[in-house]
């Protein structure tokens, strides 16, 4: 009897092999390191290992297990992980460390999977949730988005110190909710068209419900979580959000599916007005675009620019460095959003780039009315670095 060369799909869900979290966390990295490799090679920038390797090398230096730092270069280009692998041939790495940012964890996956080697991400700041992922964003030299990367696992580790967090700028976790945000969604509109996640197969009940438990705590805990980092303090809203923006949000945008919101920060990227932006300041613009794409209910779109102006996130083009006036660039921005591959057909309708050119157009008026009527700023035109 003949098979069917057309399979069913199945549904699948993707997760790191431990989680771990907590206030000086980063002490016992060697603790948690030492089952998965013997020769571990540490990936950071020099603002980031100023203020961890002293604890990093005392953890390793307890755990017995050799220590060898190697610098990152600052944005997760071909280069940058091209450079990587060959850093970790000479070293003789069985697992490779990333200790950083999202820019860092994704070089360091991509370089740990071109070697065959394991990888372990110790992100210093809750500002995306890269860290939990089995896929890595590539950007051109210029900081443009190039490619995602695949890989066929995700890390063996990801261990987050809240007190590192903390003691960050509270715009990082800021930026962080803008990217969890859009879990929620993006899981929504990929469970009713009933997309593929990046999971490899349709959504889950597990990666849904996850991405919706990330928008409940963020919700419920974002803002008195934003006030106690600015005072460098851990709460239990703090811990809360750090854990929704890494491993909620994590989980639930690969398990649960990727829509309109990431394409449009894809696409923003090729503006070069947008260029210094946190990735999730970008995302938070693509999930108010999504939001009017999808003709959400006026009281959804008014609750989402209100809360998410009062966490800091731009709900204008202004505050991204466009304005309405600038229609070659949002055409650019709506064509790179939705070329074929990208994750905005994934939406339970047709979407195409003249639709995007409105939405985005049609945020500027909307946002600020609805700011000027709850009594929030006026948006600061955002001049790139």
Known sequence: MSTSTTQRPVRSVISPGRYVQGPGAITRLGEFLSPIGSVPLIVSDDVVWGFVGHDVEASLSSADLPFRRERFNGLATSAEIDRLVGVISDAGADVVVAV??????????????????RWVTVPTVASTDAPTSALAVVYTEEGAFEEYRFFPRNPDLVLVDSQLVANAPAEFLAAGVGDALATWLEARATSRSSSLTMAGGVPTLTG????????DV????????????????VTPSVEKVIEANTLLSGLGFES???????AIHNGLTAAPQTHGLAHGQKVNIGSLTQLILEGAPTSEI?????FTTRVGLPTTLTEIGLTTGNLDELRLVADAATVEGETIHN?????????????????ERLSRRVRSEAGLPEPEFYRAH
């Open 256 to 262: 649960g599916g990727l829509a309109a919101a990431h």
């Open 302 to 306: 008014t609750d989402f620019i209100e």
């Open 218 to 233: 963020l919700w419920d805990n974002a803002l008195p979580a934003l006030d106690a980092v600015r005072d460098n303090l």
């Open 347 to 363: 939406m339970p309708f047709e979407v195409r780039a003249s639709d995007v050119v409105s939405a985005l157009l049609s945020i």
């Open 208 to 215: 849904t419900a996850l991405a919706k438990l990330s928008w």
């Open 100 to 117: 950083g940012g999202g820019s860092a964890i994704d070089a360091v996956k991509a370089a740990g999977s071109l070697a065959d080697i």
